[in-house]
């Protein structure tokens, strides 16, 4: 079993930039693909990006090309998605989670991933 636990939302301006981060627990991180995941109020949970095990490999949702990036570090047991030029419409609540086709990337659909952390909100002000 994995636990993951988000740090780093809060409030920014747009065009502003935060960095993410989701720390796991266990020992079997590197076996886990991993992946981010937004909800904003009113909304459909909806893919942002995800990693593959041994880093690397990534895929973005066009929404978020050429403005995210997610990178782990696995002698950390780590995630991150770094953010750069934010838009309001990037608010919501960010979510780590964990999936074992741990090769694979463009796994976008939530049901897909096992393991959740809680979450944590990001806000950008106009």
């Known amino acids: 079993q994995v636990q993951l636990v988000e740090s780093g939302g809060g409030l920014v301006q747009a065009g502003g930039s935060l960095r993410l981060s989701c720390a796991a627990s266990?020992?079997?991180?590197?076996?886990?693909?991993m992946g981010w995941f937004r909800q904003a109020p009113g909304k459909e949970r909806e893919f942002v990006a995800d990693?593959?095990?041994?880093?690397?490999?990534?895929y973005y949702a066009d929404s978020v090309k050429g403005r995210f990036t997610i990178s782990r570090d696995n002698a950390k047991n780590t995630v991150y998605l770094q953010m750069n030029s934010l838009k309001p419409e990037d608010t919501a609540v960010y979510s780590c989670a964990a999936r074992l086709t741990g090769n694979k990337v463009g796994v976008t659909r939530s049901r897909y991933y096992a393991y959740w952390g809680q979450g944590t909100q990001v806000t950008v002000s106009s």
């Open positions: 990693i593959k095990s041994s880093g690397g490999n990534t």
């Open positions: 266990g020992r079997t991180f590197s076996s886990y693909a």
